[in-house]
């Protein structure tokens, strides 16, 4: 059997949250009564010291930046009555009062609203920037990228059905001859050609260099000291000697790519 414990009626028990709430509205409206009874010279200085330490956040002030705040939005309330006491009731007393308030609220919004943000754009820059291990870990230059070279292989006057297939002819004049008019001078009796057989390199005689002949667009690149190392891509891959490492064409004519 559950027990039954009796509740008291009548009891009400009041919040004290407006009791602790109601010495601070005290402390508010005292500043700004005793800025407005202060000249407005001694005022000044008061709310620009004020301001300057919101602006600068003190570390040692962070937990009374609500306080300040209150401290600049009141103490501008009796600046402004300050002033406005010591125009003596001019005509354009009024007026020029209005003025420095539109200007100072107009300033201490601003003031807050920077005041707000900076810690949310300090936390997205935090978490934007990479941790240090991150940083340490990741992978510095491009991307690497394993090309493999094909071997070149050379063909001789023997091989007639390689020559018939790509249109060569051994001439008299010691000189190949590619299809009915081009011609290439001063290189050796053998023959590379490309996979695809849009390229075709000639040695120069006496080792002196390698011709390069493209069939798309019909030219010739002489390039003495030059060696064929390979084929890759439909491109030639050129050395000047075993301790150097390979080159692909476009980059020993200086061009970015060779043109498709």
């Known amino acids: 059997m559950d027990a039954h414990v009796p509740q008291r009626k009548g009891v009400v028990r009041l919040s004290p949250a407006p009791l602790r709430r109601w010495p601070r509205w005290l402390w508010v409206i005292a500043w700004a009564l005793l800025l407005a009874c202060l000249p407005w010279w001694i005022d000044l200085p008061l709310l620009l010291a004020l301001a300057t330490t919101q602006w600068a956040q003190v570390p040692r ?5 609500g306080i300040i705040r209150r401290a600049l939005r009141w103490g501008l309330a009796g600046l402004l009555i300050a002033s406005y006491r010591a125009l003596g009731g001019h005509a354009l007393g009024l007026t ?3 003025l420095v308030a539109l200007l100072g609220f107009s300033l201490l919004v601003l003031l807050e609203s920077w005041q707000d943000r900076k810690p949310l754009r300090s936390v997205a820059l935090a978490a934007e920037s990479p941790e240090w291990h991150e940083m340490a870990l990741a992978p510095i230059g491009p991307a690497a990228v394993i090309i493999e070279v094909s071997p070149p292989v050379w063909t001789r006057l023997e091989d007639t059905d390689l020559h018939a297939r790509a249109d060569l002819a051994w001439t008299a004049e010691r000189s190949w001859r590619i299809g009915e008019h081009t011609r290439v001078e001063n ?5 590379s050609v490309a996979p695809g057989q849009r390229w075709l390199a000639f040695p120069i005689a006496a080792g002196r260099g390698i011709v390069l002949y493209d069939r798309a667009h019909d030219r010739q690149y002489r390039l003495r000291g030059w060696q064929l190392y390979g084929w890759h891509a439909q491109e030639a891959w050129l050395t000047r000697g075993e301790d150097m490492a390979p080159l692909a064409l476009s980059h020993v004519l200086g061009q970015d790519q060779v043109e498709e």
């Open 61 to 65: 002030l962070r937990p009374y930046s």
């Open 96 to 98: 020029l009062t209005l």
């Open 187 to 191: 290189v050796e009796p053998q023959v």
